[in-house]
């Protein structure tokens, strides 16, 4: 498990590499503001995953951004973040409510 301190995240995933897979490249966006994306700054760092069939994402407020199909989760302290040999990947951490 990694840890990565960061004050919001916008996660989602990427068209797939291959039409016939059922998994998808994903990705987690770290960033030291909330609301990232309305300011049109570049992320501080970009957490990717070639192969991913299922996020499970624990005890956050989150918002879903229909227009990209990416989800914030803004006032956090930081995340953790785990993939499994199933291609799951686990995302938990400290969020100020």
Known sequence: MEKYETKSIIMGRKKKLD????KHPFFISLFDMN???KSGQ???DIIDFELVDRVDIKG???SY???????????????E??????FRVFINGK???
């Open 19 to 22: 039409p016939e897979d059922t």
């Open 35 to 37: 609301d990232p994306h």
């Open 42 to 44: 570049a992320p501080k």
């Open 60 to 62: 956050f407020n989150v």
């Open 65 to 79: 951004l229909l227009g990209g199909n990416d989800i914030v989760v803004n006032d956090l302290e930081y995340i």
């Open 81 to 86: 973040v785990e993939i499994d040999d199933n």
């Open 95 to 97: 969020q100020n409510k």
